[in-house]
């Protein structure tokens, strides 16, 4: 569950900043964020961030809130699975709103170019450098055979015997939500990633694009070799990142209930 609850961090704070707008359900007159493209049938770990919740509401109710929750968790998970630490400012409050469609323009999708990731990083405040340590959080977790079926059948920056490998995971026809890892030790958090990309076994096409001739070869060579530089540039983004226009003072709320809006 560690790289979903990242995910759900990150998916969190790219849309609207990070106030939970993500763990808030549909309803009759509301639309929340939850079916949006890069959401849909993939995110997962509402039911983790529920539980906590409901432990915090028993301790101390109405004091932290699901943004604060989230934020710590993905820290933690990190934490877990092997990689750094970093201090999670808290104070977070929690959103009454959510935008559908701002997740469908915000968040990167896995067919996305060198240009887009970059632009899309940018409009967020992080430097090209920031936003391939980032990237590297895909050393762990795994993706849907739908995600990559494209490039490993298609494409061309790719080494043949990995392709092959995992078209038996991925068959042409079908099978759109096996998973394949994302990279070789995908419940440690370490440099494999920037190895894989390095040797053209990046599973999606958004990975390979970090190294494909272009100005970012240098980071992923870099962090392939130098996992001190990578934990540090990767923990600093991620503080930068919770960051992302938190709702403080009397705005938003502190839910009870991360689902849904209070009242």
């Not at 993905?74 to 997740?103: C, E, F, I, N, Y």
């Not at 936003?131 to 920056?157: D, P």
């Not at 096996?178 to 999606?204: A, Q």
Request: hydrophobic share 35%; glycine share 8%.
């Amino acid at each position: 569950m560690g790289a979903s609850l990242l995910r759900l961090h990150f998916h969190d704070c790219f849309v609207l900043g990070c106030d939970a707008s993500i763990l808030l359900d549909d309803t009759a007159n509301f639309t929340g964020e939850k079916t949006a493209g890069p959401n849909n049938n993939s995110l997962r770990g509402y039911d983790v961030i529920d539980t906590i919740k409901s432990q915090m509401e028993s301790l101390c109710p109405g004091v932290v809130s699901c943004a604060d929750i989230v934020a710590v968790a993905a820290r933690d998970s990190v934490v877990a699975l092997g990689g750094p630490t970093w201090t999670v400012q808290m104070g977070r409050r929690d959103s009454t709103t959510a935008s559908l469609s701002t997740a469908n323009a915000d968040l990167p999708a896995p067919t996305s170019d060198l240009d887009v990731l970059t632009s899309l990083f940018s409009n967020k405040g992080f430097t090209t450098q920031e936003m391939v340590a980032l990237s590297g959080t895909h050393t762990i977790g795994k993706a849907q055979c739908i995600k990559f079926r494209y490039r490993i059948y298609n494409e061309t920056n790719v080494d043949a015997a990995f392709a092959k490998s995992k078209q038996k995971i991925c068959p042409w026809t079908g099978g759109d939500e096996n998973l394949s890892d994302l990279d070789e030790t995908t419940t440690v958090f370490d440099t494999v990633y920037f190895k894989d990309l390095i040797e053209k076994k990046g599973l999606l096409h958004s990975d390979q694009q970090l190294y494909n001739g272009n100005s970012t070869d240098s980071m992923v060579e870099t962090y392939s070799t130098d996992s001190t530089t990578f934990f540090t540039d990767v923990a600093n983004a991620m503080v930068k990142m919770g960051n992302l226009s938190p709702l403080t003072g009397t705005d938003g709320e502190i839910r009870t209930n991360c689902r849904k809006i209070n009242g």
